[in-house]
């Protein structure tokens, strides 16, 4: 599986312990969000929200993990896009139930609300348990069947209240497209000129041209 961990400016500090969660993970890590609390340039929850969905739409990653100081900015910036299915993820427990429920790609966590003693430890643990049961299984067992059903029911929903995703790269405001695009690393796990997705190829090949 290949996750992107994509963090913003004021979770930019706890990047190196989302990293450290993942290690030895067996996945591939694709690191492109912010490195650093603060800094230019800058990534807010906005641009990580663009970066989530360009990722799973493009089918650079399979699984998202960012978040913000609370991790509600990026949830809800990360849920206008299509095919985004993201938790707000608290706990080990969180993340449990969240894998095999609701069967979601990206998970939003809080990086400084409650961030104290042993947070870097909360994200292990919950990176163990994200990933340590079947996606979408459902639970309890026997409410396995009712439950992959809304999720693709849910999937289904997506598609029909969102813009295509090459529609939405065509008509986001310059700020936040070329801010996102351009963020030192994006262009190269994104990697444009490679995609199989016509549509969204020409897309983002003319919002690069406004740029250069």
Not at 117 to 124: I, L, M, Q, R, T
Not at 160 to 175: D, Y
Request: charged fraction near 20%; charge should be negative; proline fraction near 4%.
């Amino acid at each position: 599986m290949r996750i992107a961990v994509i963090n913003e400016t004021s979770a930019g500090d706890k990047n190196p312990d989302i990293l450290a969660a993942l290690e030895g993970s067996g996945h591939e890590v694709l690191n492109i969000g912010m490195k650093q609390k603060g800094g230019d340039p800058e990534l807010s929850y906005m641009h990580t929200g663009f970066l989530t969905g360009l990722m799973l739409n493009s089918g650079r990653a399979d699984f998202v993990i960012g978040g913000c100081g609370t991790g509600q900015g990026y949830l809800n910036s990360a849920m206008q896009y299509p095919n985004v299915f993201c938790g707000h993820v608290m706990n080990s427990l969180d993340a449990w139930l969240f894998t095999q429920i609701n069967g979601g790609n990206c998970i939003s966590l809080a990086l400084a609300q409650g961030y104290g003693w042993a947070g870097n430890e909360n994200v292990k643990f919950i990176v163990e348990r994200l990933f340590s049961v079947e996606r979408g299984g459902g639970y309890p067992p026997h409410r396995r069947e009712p439950q992959k059903r809304f999720r693709v029911e849910l999937e289904q929903v997506s598609a029909m209240v969102h813009k295509s995703f090459p529609e939405i790269v065509a008509s986001l405001p310059s700020e936040i497209m070329h801010q996102s695009l351009f963020y030192p690393g994006v262009m190269e796990v994104v990697d444009v000129e490679s995609l199989q997705d016509v549509e969204l190829k020409a897309a983002l090949q003319k919002r690069i041209s406004e740029k250069t």
